[in-house]
């Protein structure tokens, strides 16, 4: 059993530290007085408690945790004159159904006391295997509102990160990076939120925002960027099931003037592997028009060239966890020139992702990789980047 006692900052805050202090002193005579033989009492924290108690079946222990709530919401010492009385929330678990290891039995019995305090406080409960699992679903759904929130008062934000060309050093893209703007102006990364966002069926609504914020930030820049300065935005595997999709890419782009020619969709094998046939429909309109595909993320996952084959990929970027160790692994030396020239084969262009040093930077001049981009290129920024990258 795993207790805790609701809010005795409260009890400190009304009555002074030294009141807390007493109650605590006597809380711990009186519930060592009131042990039943072979139990074992231990404070765990300020006002936290654990009872062993050996041989006790699940409902033995369910008993034992409802008396003890009962002898907390009545234990009442007084202090100075003054009653202190307080209620203590306390979570059950029990060997082995709950674990084996007591690390596991204190974690699963901390998270029912959890539980405990949410539903109302002053109760026990006992500890169920998948409340961890609902726990986690309890996040998302926070997330879920996070998300909604952000979407209604549009404070999702595009990042760019610039991608330079290996030979020249020059800038020639930038890659669009989605960040949400949280309601004290911080800002959070999309791996906190985009998984959240694709089960609740958000992720396709942040990608048009992002693709017509991309669009915007194109036509607003335009005298500061060169006229074939690329763009690339990243899509989500669900936003293929969406059928309006295409047209309203296209839409926009002649809308805003934009040349399709300039805007390339990054797709990761597990989004392509989703639907393959959805895809190739998908990338096949957009194609015909100018709009240009990347593979990205090549290297995790099942790096197949099926995807380069099958569809029609213009890009395909190296996975940061490659380009990282360049200069310590051979075999990462070898995969990534052997890829590069394959790629140059099929008229494919390669970015190598993560690059974080000139000396990663050199490697790629040397392995024939087209692209970089990375902190070393340059970070992912607001604005559009408008000045070259050293070489
Ligand atoms: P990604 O498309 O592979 O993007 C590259 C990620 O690597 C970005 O993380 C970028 O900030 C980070 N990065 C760039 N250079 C370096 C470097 O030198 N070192 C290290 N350690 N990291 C570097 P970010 O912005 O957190 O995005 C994470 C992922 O979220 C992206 O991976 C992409 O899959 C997804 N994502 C981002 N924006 C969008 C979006 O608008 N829509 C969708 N559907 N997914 C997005
Ligand atoms: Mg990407
Ligand atoms: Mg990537």
Redesign the pocket.
Known sequence: LFFDLDDFKALNDTHGLAAGDEYLRRLGEALARNLRPGRVLARLGGDEFGLLAPETSLSEAALEADGLVRFLTDFSPTFEGRRLQMTASVGVAVHPAHGHRGSDLMLAADLAMHQAKTRGRARFIVHDPSARERERIGLLHGQADRIRSALSSARFVP?F?PISEVATGRVVAA????RLREEDGSIT???EF?DAAERFGF?TS??RF?IGSAFDALVAQRRRIPPDFEIS????GLDFEDDGLVADISRLARLKGIRPSRITF?I?ETAALRDLGRVQDFTAALTSEGFRFAL??FGVGFSSFRYLRDLPMSTLKFD?SYVRDLPLKMENRVFVRGIAEICRGFGVKTVA????TPEILSILRELGVDRA????VGY?DPDLPTRPADA
């Not at 890659?175 to 989605?178: A, D, G, M, N, P």
């Not at 992702?353 to 974080?356: C, D, I, N, R, T």
């Open positions: 990042y990160q890659e669009t990076l989605v990364s999309p791996v985009l992720v942040i990608d992002v935005i990243n899509l989500s990054e990761t990205d993320d940061q992702e993560g690059v974080e981009q990375g902190f070393h992912p």
